[in-house]
C-alpha cells in the first residue's frame, strides 16, 4: 500500500494577542503608533529617501519599549507568544534563548505596499495589527519556490499545503509569527484607511 507523507513543515502562528498575558488597549495603541509617525522626523525623512510609502520606525527608534509604557506591555505579551511557538518548533535552544532585538511601526495608506522579503540575522518575526482595512492581508511565500525549476503551476483549489502563496487576513489585536527566512509581502492596501501594523523580530543570544 502506497503512503504519501508531508515532510519539512513550516509553522506559522497566529492567535489574539489577549490568549496570553494582560490586554492590550487596542485605542491607546492605534493613537501612540499615529503620534510617534507624527513626531519621529527622522524616520519621516528616511522613508522619503528611500521611497517607502507611509511611515515605518525601522530605520529611526530603536527602543520603543523604552519611550512609551504602551509598548513596554506589548513586548511582555509578545514574549508570551514568541515562547510558545518556539515551544512548538522544538528548538534546541544549548543554553541560550530567543530574545526581542527589534520592534518598529508600519504605517501604510492607500496605495501603499511592502515587497516580498525576509528578515536575516533573526529566528523568529511576526506582527501584530493595530488597523486592518477593508481586505488587507499578508502574502507568504512556499520557501521551495525559487527551487522549482520546471514543475507546472498547481491548480486553482489545490490544497491549502500545497498552494505557492497563502494570503492571511488577520484581524485588529492579533499576532501572527514565523521563523525569519519565509519570504512574505504586504499587498497593496486598497483602501482610504491607513493599515497601522507593528513588527518585531527576535533573535538567538546568551542569557543575561
Known amino acids: 500500500m502506497s503512503n504519501i507523507d508531508s515532510l519539512f513543515v513550516t509553522r506559522l502562528y497566529h492567535a489574539a494577542l489577549s490568549e496570553l498575558g494582560q490586554s ?48 513596554a506591555d506589548l513586548i511582555e505579551v509578545l514574549d508570551k507568544h514568541v515562547a510558545a511557538f518556539v515551544e512548538d518548533l522544538e528548538f534546541d535552544l544549548d543554553g541560550k534563548e530567543i530574545k526581542l532585538d527589534s520592534i518598529w511601526i508600519n504605517i501604510l495608506p492607500e496605495g501603499g505596499i511592502h515587497t516580498s522579503h525576509l528578515h536575516p540575522h533573526s529566528v523568529i518575526s511576526g506582527t501584530t495589527y493595530v488597523n486592518m482595512p477593508k481586505g488587507s492581508a499578508i502574502k507568504f511565500e512556499d520557501p521551495r519556490h525559487a527551487m522549482m525549476m520546471a514543475a507546472p503551476g498547481r491548480i486553482k483549489d489545490a490544497r491549502r499545503e ?47
Not at 50 to 55: L, M, Q, T, V
Open 162 to 208: 500545497m498552494k505557492n502563496f497563502i494570503y492571511v487576513a488577520p484581524k485588529v489585536g492579533d499576532v501572527l509569527l514565523w521563523e525569519s527566512w519565509l519570504r512574505h509581502e504586504v499587498p497593496m492596501n486598497m483602501d482610504e484607511d491607513d493599515r497601522i501594523s507593528i513588527s518585531f523580530n527576535y533573535g538567538w543570544g546568551d542569557i543575561t
Open 24 to 71: 492590550i488597549d487596542g485605542e491607546e495603541l492605534e493613537n501612540s503608533c499615529l503620534v510617534i509617525a507624527e513626531d519621529d522626523e527622522a524616520g519621516q525623512d528616511w522613508c522619503e529617501a528611500n521611497n517607502f510609502p507611509g511611515y515605518t520606525s525601522y530605520a529611526s527608534l530603536t527602543d520603543l519599549g523604552w519611550r512609551f509604557p504602551i509598548f
